[in-house]
């Protein structure tokens, strides 16, 4: 036998658990995608491809007073250099940065086409132009005095910033939004003089309460306006706990016109909101009928925003109006406050609106410092420079006979006047021009001007104080640049309190009109302009057929009893339109598979039903108890394993129109049939009234259950449908009993059909 050859296992190969090699590669990309994607920095309010975007602009010289530049080449640059990652991602950033709708301060300046608030997106990179505007040159001033740490770029012949030197509280003014594994962020933007006003405090009292800094921090100033409206309160918690909601409406005005007319006129959106399809949503509301207070919607916006509303008539009432299309449309939107960010450990955390304020106090000490440092080595340096020229001044004689007799003059310098290699090489690289008299003035002027800067800065890098004072300086100066006294700066979005509560009838939300609502057996349901007589021509699937017909208006909601004992509620005006097949039911509301609607009704709160189960149990129910507000249905009819709803059917007199059955004198009778076709018959008032339960029995069987019930008057007679004829009995005392009797067969020439008295 041949033996096996014994397979060698290279020594770069490890054995490890496929769960421990899994976790261990989601948890390292978990963390990149947290900490270099999607979350920013609590300190410049950057993320890493933003942060890059500017650098490589900086370096690219594409300042403000600048000219521009393609942004294809800055994208080129900064996929090249520094972020690893497809080109159209950041471009996409790049234009984010440049569009003044969707950043309140932006940091990028272009030129063509950045795309607009309809939804358009921005011309291809070759064809766009940018440079960084004083916003996005403020971020970065201090990047040449290492106010903070570079680190290698990707593939390490490069280096870039960790953080920016943030001369503006970004991560606040400009806010951030982004979703990372198992976490998200979305911080909404505000107003920067606001927020400088609020650090101007904080430094001057630490320990603020949230709500003093509310006091100047109100809410968000989205770049798009419109009118926040939410009460202080709720707007004290957001903050509080970084977390929270924040309700956002578009800004309108009312114009009049002649002959006592007046259109809406809507001039600002809400944030993040594309016009081009709020207006789509709300011409698909109106063909959809449920705007019935709106004629028409026109679109005059320019390079400002300006919506026209048409009302249908002079007499409609402005603020109805647009309280149903803040409910139907993104007129009105709800901002989710969540300061998720990194803090200066690079550790993902929720701040509260001190925390991120304080995070940002805390680095500009550290840039101070830094520069301080930075700028006192300079002056050292320089300095000890200065010395070694005042000493050639005044030996100017001996050391100029040095230079000329001596082949290696340094060292013979350093020795005879006790300099530093810096200084002798300094004075060798002196020129004849500088050894005039006013230049050794001007070299005594500025040896004293960089001592006083010297003593100044010692003493603010041992004082906390004193560096706190520059700080609130700076912030000052930042006030300046862009507060609310500058046109960039001014507030946009009003703030207002929480709107009181307008009610709008929902027969005013849906245009009212006749319709005729069509259930087939297997589940299908459609609504059907106008009230259709003959519903006998109506087409359905293969196999389906007719189960109810039931004339109704748009405004209206149909009640559905299920063989599952439930109730379900579903608003016309939700229904599909009458062509075609409709539209499963199931869609609609959560109805289990193994049940089938029993019936449908139109719903009248005063209406009550006879709900019968398939062992012959049931009682009465008002139909406001069964009306359902989700698509769970309400419980109505308890069951045991194996038993059914059976039979749902309306009272006659206890509702007004719109149902045939409802007419005559009050019912004082029920009629019920098993599937033995034994009848009884016996007085309505023995069956109790109930919101839910099993009910009491109603009729006994030896074998099988019930098959139908109905609930009439006696003196009129019992009626049933015999094919596609209705029979009347009058002569019943043959039949009347008392509740929970067997019954006997029915009378001759009754009908044969499972359910004689539903048709």
Same mark, same amino acid.
């Given at each position: 036998?041949?033996?096996?050859?014994?397979?060698?296992?290279?020594?770069?190969?490890?054995?490890?658990?496929?769960?421990?090699?899994?976790?261990?590669?989601?948890?390292?990309?978990?963390?990149?995608?947290?900490?270099?994607?999607?979350?920013?920095?609590?300190?410049?309010?950057?993320?890493?491809?933003?942060?890059?975007?500017?650098?490589?602009?900086?370096?690219?010289?594409?300042?403000?007073?600048?000219?521009?530049?393609?942004?294809?080449?800055?994208?080129?640059?900064?996929?090249?250099?520094?972020?690893?990652?497809?080109?159209?991602?950041?471009?996409?950033?790049?234009?984010?940065?440049?569009?003044?709708?969707?950043?309140?301060?932006?940091?990028?300046?272009?030129?063509?086409?950045?795309?607009?608030?309809?939804?358009?997106?921005?011309?291809?990179?070759?064809?766009?132009?940018?440079?960084?505007?004083?916003?996005?040159?403020?971020?970065?001033?201090?990047?040449?005095?290492?106010?903070?740490?570079?680190?290698?770029?990707?593939?390490?012949?490069?280096?870039?910033?960790?953080?920016?030197?943030?001369?503006?509280?970004?991560?606040?003014?400009?806010?951030?939004?982004?979703?990372?594994?198992?976490?998200?962020?979305?911080?909404?933007?505000?107003?920067?003089?606001?927020?400088?006003?609020?650090?101007?405090?904080?430094?001057?009292?630490?320990?603020?309460?949230?709500?003093?800094?509310?006091?100047?921090?109100?809410?968000?100033?989205?770049?798009?306006?419109?009118?926040?409206?939410?009460?202080?309160?709720?707007?004290?918690?957001?903050?509080?706990?970084?977390?929270?909601?924040?309700?956002?409406?578009?800004?309108?005005?009312?114009?009049?016109?002649?002959?006592?007319?007046?259109?809406?006129?809507?001039?600002?959106?809400?944030?993040?909101?594309?016009?081009?399809?709020?207006?789509?949503?709300?011409?698909?509301?109106?063909?959809?009928?449920?705007?019935?207070?709106?004629?028409?919607?026109?679109?005059?916006?320019?390079?400002?925003?300006?919506?026209?509303?048409?009302?249908?008539?002079?007499?409609?009432?402005?603020?109805?109006?647009?309280?149903?299309?803040?409910?139907?449309?993104?007129?009105?939107?709800?901002?989710?406050?969540?300061?998720?960010?990194?803090? @200066?450990?690079?550790?993902?955390?929720?701040?509260? %609106?001190? *925390?991120? /304020?304080? !995070? &940002? $106090?805390?680095?500009?000490? #550290?840039?101070?410092?830094?520069?301080?440092?930075?700028?006192? @080595?300079?002056?050292?340096?320089?300095?000890?420079? %200065?010395? *070694?020229? /005042?000493? !050639? &001044? $005044?030996?100017?004689?001996? #050391?100029?006979?040095?230079?000329?007799?001596?082949?290696?003059?340094?060292?013979?310098?350093?020795?005879?006047?006790? %300099?530093?290699?810096?200084?002798?090489?300094?004075?060798?690289?002196?020129?004849?021009?500088?050894?005039?008299?006013?230049?050794?003035?001007?070299?005594?002027?500025?040896?004293?001007?960089?001592?006083?800067?010297?003593?100044?800065?010692?003493?603010?890098?041992?004082?906390?104080?004193?560096?706190?004072?520059?700080?609130?300086?700076?912030?000052?100066?930042?006030?300046?640049?862009?507060?609310?006294?500058?046109?960039?700066?001014?507030?946009?979005?009003?703030?207002?309190?929480?709107?009181?509560?307008?009610?709008?009838?929902?027969?005013?939300?849906?245009?009212?009109?006749?319709?005729?609502?069509?259930?087939?057996?297997?589940?299908?349901?459609?609504?059907?302009?106008?009230?259709?007589?003959?519903?006998?021509?109506?087409?359905?699937?293969?196999?389906?057929?007719?189960?109810?017909?039931?004339?109704?208006?748009?405004?209206?909601?149909?009640?559905?009893?299920?063989?599952?004992?439930?109730?379900?509620?579903?608003?016309?005006?939700?229904?599909?339109?009458?062509?075609?097949?409709?539209?499963?039911?199931?869609?609609?509301?959560?109805?289990?598979?193994?049940?089938?609607?029993?019936?449908?009704?139109?719903?009248?709160?005063?209406?009550?039903?006879?709900?019968?189960?398939?062992?012959?149990?049931?009682?009465?129910?008002?139909?406001?108890?069964?009306?359902?507000?989700?698509?769970?249905?309400?419980?109505?009819?308890?069951?045991?394993?194996?038993?059914?709803?059976?039979?749902?059917?309306?009272?006659?007199?206890?509702?007004?129109?719109?149902?045939?059955?409802?007419?005559?004198?009050?019912?004082?009778?029920?009629?019920?049939?098993?599937?033995?076709?034994?009848?009884?018959?016996?007085?309505?008032?023995?069956?109790?009234?109930?919101?839910?339960?099993?009910?009491?029995?109603?009729?006994?069987?030896?074998?099988?259950?019930?098959?139908?019930?109905?609930?009439?008057?006696?003196?009129?007679?019992?009626?049933?449908?015999?094919?596609?004829?209705?029979?009347?009995?009058?002569?019943?005392?043959?039949?009347?009993?008392?509740?929970?009797?067997?019954?006997?067969?029915?009378?001759?020439?009754?009908?044969?059909?499972?359910?004689?008295?539903?048709?």
């Amino acid at each position: 036998m041949a033996k096996t050859p014994v397979v060698q296992k290279p020594d770069t190969i490890r054995e490890t658990p496929l769960a421990d090699a899994l976790g261990e590669r989601y948890l390292a990309y978990a963390l990149s995608t947290i900490v270099s994607r999607s979350l920013p920095d609590v300190r410049d309010g950057l993320k890493p491809v933003h942060r890059r975007l500017l650098y490589a602009m900086r370096l690219l010289k594409l300042d403000p007073a600048g000219g521009f530049k393609k942004c294809a080449r800055v994208v080129g640059d900064v996929m090249g250099k520094f972020h690893p990652h497809g080109d159209a991602s950041i471009y996409d950033a790049m234009v984010r940065l440049a569009q003044e709708f969707a950043v309140r301060y932006p940091l990028v300046e272009g030129q063509g086409n950045f795309g607009n608030i309809d939804g358009d997106n921005a011309a291809a990179m070759r064809y766009t132009e940018a440079k960084l505007t004083p916003f996005a040159q403020a971020i970065m001033d201090g990047l040449d005095e290492d106010a903070v740490d570079l680190r290698p770029t990707y593939d390490g012949e490069e280096s870039e910033p960790v953080v920016m030197p943030s001369a503006v509280p970004n991560l606040l003014a400009n806010g951030s939004s982004g979703i990372a594994v198992g976490m998200a962020t979305n911080i909404p933007p505000h107003n920067l003089g606001e927020l400088c006003d609020a650090l101007l405090h904080l430094i001057k009292t630490p320990k603020a309460q949230i709500a003093t800094l509310i006091d100047m921090v109100p809410g968000p100033d989205f770049p798009t306006g419109g009118v926040l409206v939410e009460n202080r309160e709720t707007i004290v918690e957001a903050y509080r706990t970084g977390r929270g909601s924040l309700r956002l409406r578009a800004r309108w005005v009312e114009e009049k016109l002649d002959r006592g007319q007046y259109q809406i006129v809507i001039t600002e959106i809400p944030y993040q909101v594309q016009k081009a399809k709020l207006i789509e949503r709300i011409a698909a509301l109106m063909e959809e009928k449920k705007l019935p207070f709106l004629a028409d919607i026109r679109d005059e916006s320019t390079e400002t925003v300006r919506i026209v509303l048409e009302p249908k008539s002079r007499t409609v009432d402005a603020v109805q109006l647009m309280e149903q299309l803040f409910r139907q449309t993104d007129l009105e939107t709800r901002f989710g406050l969540n300061m998720n960010v990194l803090d @200066a450990d690079g550790i993902p955390k929720v701040m509260d %609106l001190r *925390g991120v /304020l304080q !995070a &940002y $106090l805390d680095h500009r000490q #550290v840039v101070l410092v830094r520069r301080s440092k930075h700028r006192l @080595a300079h002056i050292v340096h320089r300095l000890e420079m %200065l010395d *070694g020229y /005042l000493i !050639a &001044y $005044l030996n100017l004689d001996a #050391v100029i006979h040095i230079i000329r007799t001596e082949d290696e003059p340094k060292p013979k310098l350093m020795k005879r006047f006790n %300099l530093t290699d810096g200084q002798a090489e300094g004075i060798l690289n002196m020129r004849l021009r500088s050894l005039r008299k006013l230049e050794e003035m001007e070299i005594r002027t500025e040896h004293k001007k960089l001592s006083d800067e010297q003593k100044e800065l010692n003493a603010l890098l041992k004082s906390e104080g004193k560096r706190w004072q520059v700080i609130a300086d700076q912030v000052k100066e930042a006030k300046a640049k862009f507060g609310q006294k500058t046109p960039l700066g001014k507030r946009r979005t009003e703030l207002s309190d929480a709107p009181t509560a307008v009610i709008v009838p929902i027969e005013q939300l849906v245009e009212k009109e006749p319709v005729t609502v069509v259930l087939s057996a297997k589940g299908w349901i459609r609504a059907m302009k106008g009230h259709k007589d003959d519903v006998g021509d109506l087409k359905f699937k293969e196999g389906d057929a007719l189960l109810a017909a039931v004339k109704a208006q748009s405004t209206d909601k149909m009640l559905l009893f299920a063989t599952d004992g439930r109730f379900y509620t579903i608003a016309v005006d939700r229904m599909p339109q009458g062509r075609g097949f409709g539209e499963p039911i199931r869609l609609m509301v959560d109805l289990p598979n193994d049940a089938d609607i029993v019936g449908m009704w139109t719903y009248a709160r005063e209406q009550k039903f006879l709900v019968v189960s398939s062992i012959g149990r049931g009682f009465i129910v008002p139909a406001e108890q069964v009306f359902a507000q989700t698509k769970n249905g309400k419980q109505c009819l308890s069951l045991d394993d194996g038993e059914k709803g059976r039979v749902c059917t309306p009272i006659p007199g206890t509702s007004g129109a719109g149902d045939d059955l409802l007419t005559g004198k009050p019912a004082d009778s029920i009629a019920i049939i098993g599937e033995n076709r034994k009848l009884l018959i016996f007085p309505l008032k023995e069956v109790p009234e109930m919101g839910r339960g099993r009910g009491v029995i109603l009729q006994r069987y030896k074998d099988g259950g019930a098959a139908d019930a109905k609930v009439f008057t006696l003196k009129e007679g019992l009626t049933w449908k015999s094919g596609d004829r209705e029979r009347t009995e009058t002569d019943l005392k043959d039949w009347v009993g008392e509740r929970a009797q067997a019954g006997r067969l029915p009378p001759k020439g009754f009908s044969r059909e499972d359910r004689p008295f539903s048709g």
